[in-house]
């Protein structure tokens, strides 16, 4: 009968071997947490010195030290990497904010660090660092990274307890309270679109039109096409007065444009109705444009190309808005010196004037109004959730997707 192996975690007698140049070596067996013997070895001015410094090795030795590539002693860097290689199901959009936390705020603040080493002090400083020179969005979503990260190195055995969890750093955001257009202001926002010749050669009047009719996002609202589903069915039925939310326009990386076949979250897949003024607009649209094929898109750019960039038109919406009924950028948008000429950043980018009644205004303010008219309305919050494409706190409603269809009673409220 052979002899039993050494529990694991644990070890045998510390052999002492001196070297040539009078240094002693200490050295033993250690069962790691993978199961398998290594021999540990380390280095001193003497044999206590040897056995202190080998003893130090085991101490970290014994935290689970993992069964897979990711281990206690694993780089901060490389347990980033993992992180991000792993399949979470995420957006595009989410997967590249991701990762530019993790490139411009993870690596360089932990990258250097061993997994064992990052502690809740650790996390704590460089959240507060972060959010010092990043601002406290970046710290927010810094820690959510870490989080995750964690998660997998707990899963993987390289790690007992997630620091991020039992850090004490507070990362304090001004969260400003919500606001949306009145209906007096959004009548008047339309008329102030439909009466530019900037809002007109970039076509975005229909555009912010159906954002209000429809509280969808921007993304969303730049994928809609006239083309049928997997199921043969039309996205956009404008007999029915419906449409099916089921794309998002997205940049990805080293490709480009394209429309990503769902939308931003598994909650923002729905069918919502049509006011009527919308289907007459699309309807207005079609006798317009004339289109190749019934699969393009209803926005598209207003030069040339497939998609419309969500970045670049929320830019051309900002423009807009803060030069509409602006007295001290004389209607440009954009700050100025005392000759005329436009005030810019060192890169040479021009600043934004934030002085016009209208600069608070964001594409998302039409997503805030659309909430707002329901629920004045007496529409209950699963309904205006459902518009929204919100998840909802349930988690059993949350699977069904019967709730996912609006009722025809939201259409009715935002008509016009």
């Not at 997967?95 to 002090?121: D, H, M, W």
Request: aromatic fraction near 6%.
């Amino acid at each position: 009968m052979g002899r039993p192996p050494l529990p694991l975690g644990t070890s045998g007698k510390v052999l002492f071997a001196t070297l040539p140049n009078g240094r002693v070596k200490a050295r033993v067996k250690f069962r790691d947490y993978d199961g398998r013997v290594r021999l540990v070895s380390k280095v001193g001015l003497s044999r206590a010195a040897a056995e202190r410094a080998l003893k130090a090795e085991l101490t970290s030795r014994q935290a689970p030290g993992g069964v897979g590539t990711i281990t206690s002693s694993t780089r901060m860097v490389i347990l980033a990497d993992a992180w991000m290689d792993a399949d979470h199901g995420w957006s595009t959009g989410t997967q590249r904010t991701y990762r530019s936390v993790i490139n411009k705020q993870v690596k360089p603040a932990f990258g250097r660090l061993c997994i064992r080493e990052v502690t809740p002090g650790v996390v704590s400083r460089a959240l507060a660092a972060i959010a010092k020179s990043s601002g406290p969005g970046a710290a927010k979503t810094t820690r959510a990274c870490l989080s995750g990260m964690f998660a997998l190195a707990i899963q993987d055995g390289a790690a007992a307890v997630n620091p991020v969890r039992d850090s004490a750093a507070k990362i304090s955001t001004v969260k400003r309270a919500p606001r949306a257009l009145t209906v007096d202001e959004t009548s008047r926002l339309l008329e102030l679109f439909r009466s530019s010749d900037r809002a007109a050669e970039l076509d975005l009047p229909d555009l912010v039109d159906w954002m209000l009719a429809t509280g969808c996002r921007i993304g969303e609202a730049l994928a809609l096409r006239y083309g049928t589903n997997g199921d043969g069915r039309p996205i956009l039925d404008l007999g029915a007065r419906t449409w099916e939310v089921n794309a998002t326009v997205v940049r990805v990386p080293g490709t480009g444009l394209a429309i990503q076949p769902r939308p931003k979250t598994t909650a923002g897949w729905r069918v919502v109705a049509l006011p009527h003024f919308a289907v007459r607009m699309l309807e207005n649209r079609r006798g317009r444009f004339r289109r190749q094929s019934d699969a393009e898109v209803v926005f598209p750019p207003p030069l040339s190309g497939v998609l419309r960039d969500p970045s670049n038109v929320s830019g051309d919406l900002r423009q807009l808005l803060d030069s509409f009924e602006c007295e001290t950028c004389a209607g440009t948008g954009y700050q100025l010196n005392r000759d005329g000429a436009f005030k810019t950043e060192v890169a040479g980018r021009r600043i934004r004037c934030e002085e016009g009644p209208w600069s608070w205004v964001t594409s998302h303010t039409f997503r805030k109004t659309v909430a707002t008219r329901l629920d004045e309305a007496g529409l209950s919050p699963r309904q205006v959730a459902d518009q929204l494409g919100h998840a909802n706190p349930s988690m059993t409603l949350d699977v069904y997707f019967g709730r996912q269809v609006v009722s025809a009673e939201a259409a009715r409220v935002l008509d016009r």
